[in-house]
């Protein structure tokens, strides 16, 4: 039966990707029939970032009250709503009005799955499940210019992913059972005391030794990721001089070496601990960075790229994974509240702060850009082992009541451990 959950988290993360790139492959259209101007696209998304942070930071207090398995059904519900609401909105308010459910939905099920996986699957499936992600990611697009080329315009487009997101709510629904006995067995390992812990503030939160570099980490990494994604094309027109469309086609590499190194990265995950890989993928971007800085030789551009995506691979899911063994379970699904809304500013501040860079000075900057997240991702991941380097795995308030009960309450770091392999 477990198999049966693990499938359904599979699919989520599928369903997880699919709205991430509908509004860019979808807009060139939109924007015509709303009588926008292209850059309103961007409000569109910052309203949807501005969702996911919120409910991002407000996952630990959901998730303890409702439990993963609600939680994430009510916000891919929430998500379905939202795209149905898109896929008949015609006026470009209507889209600002229902991206904030559609970001708050996003948001929720992204911090609850990610910790979820984090507590109760082996570090090669989060690897796995953030490739699937990137199917996801990947197959919108498809499925947009399906139903454009088709004639039914972008609105088919976005009901036709609304309808996945409504089934795979009503089959997590019906699965509510599977996932409340996995957390009623971690509740067990981690004792009452950790278990009836009340939700953490953010306050108490930013207090955890280590945890404020690990928030850096995140920022840094998707400020790169997605600085990436988004002006590669722009730098290699500006530094290779090629043509827009064998720019945007070239560009779309490093979306691909992403994809395909988390699926690589999965299998390397039964031999290597996530620290190690997360080293081993820093030191790939370095090496793609050194490529694309290289002028006039448009194949050591594209390497470099690819390069990139397979460097940035291991770096977000083996990040996640470990914070149970860093921070403590019991403490887990806050940390990686704040750490996914670390990733969403990243995301959301870094690309169009460099688009100013692009447009008043040059693209061909953005290998320098990409440096300063990369080096200050590299020293904050660097910190961050060293503060948490004689924790226990186990918070404060599990430890008391393992010598309190007397009992022996197995150590999560030591779990974990022996999930991810040995380096």
């Avoid at 059904?73 to 308010?93: G, H, P």
Wanted: hydrophobic content about 50%.
């Amino acid at each position: 039966m477990f198999g049966l959950l693990i499938a359904i988290i599979y699919l989520s993360f599928i369903s997880l990707g699919l709205p991430d790139s509908l509004l860019g492959s979808a807009w060139p259209v939109m924007r015509i029939e709303f009588g926008a101007p292209l850059s309103y696209a961007g409000i569109v998304s910052m309203v949807i970032s501005g969702g996911t942070i919120i409910s991002s930071l407000l996952s630990d207090r959901m998730t303890k009250k409702l439990g993963t398995g609600l939680m994430t059904a009510i916000s891919v519900a929430l998500t379905a709503v939202a795209l149905f609401c898109f896929s008949v909105s015609t006026k470009y308010w209507m889209l600002i009005v229902f991206a904030v459910p559609y970001g708050l939905g996003a948001g929720g099920v992204d911090a609850a799955l990610n910790n979820y996986v984090a507590l109760h699957l082996k570090s090669r499936h989060m690897s796995w499940l953030h490739c699937m992600w990137g199917v996801g990611a990947a197959a919108s697009p498809y499925i947009m210019s399906y139903a454009v080329t088709d004639g039914a315009g972008w609105n088919q487009g976005y009901l036709i992913v609304a309808i996945i997101q409504i089934a795979l709510s009503a089959a997590i629904f019906i699965s509510l059972p599977l996932w409340k006995k996995r957390e009623r067995e971690t509740a067990a390992k981690l004792g009452m005391a950790a278990a009836e812990r009340m939700p953490l503030s953010f306050k108490t939160v930013i207090r955890i030794s280590g945890a404020v570099p690990c928030f850096i980490c995140f920022f840094c990494y998707c400020a790169l990721e997605q600085t990436a994604m988004l002006w590669s094309s722009s730098y290699m027109i500006a530094h290779n001089g090629i043509t827009a469309e064998a720019a945007a086609k070239f560009a779309s590499l490093f979306f691909i070496g992403i994809t395909v190194g988390r699926g690589i990265n999965g299998f390397l995950t039964i031999k290597f601990r996530d620290r190690t890989l997360i080293r081993v993928g820093q030191s790939i971007i370095v090496i793609g960075l050194i490529f694309i800085i290289i002028p006039s030789i448009e194949a050591l551009t594209i390497c470099g790229l690819i390069l990139i995506g397979l460097g940035c691979a291991p770096v977000y899911p083996s990040i996640i994974h470990m914070t149970p063994s860093l921070f403590g379970a019991d403490r887990s699904q806050a940390l990686i509240g704040v750490q996914m809304a670390s990733a969403y500013l990243g995301s959301c501040f870094a690309p169009p702060f460099f688009g100013l860079i692009a447009n008043y000075v040059t693209p061909e900057l953005m290998p320098a850009y990409l440096v300063v997240f990369l080096v200050l991702m590299i020293v904050m991941h660097e910190v961050v082992v060293i503060k948490t380097k004689n924790t226990s795995g186990i918070s404060t308030d599990v430890a008391i009541a393992e010598r309190t009960s007397g009992a022996s309450v197995p150590s999560v770091r030591e779990s974990i451990d022996d999930r991810d392999g040995e380096e």
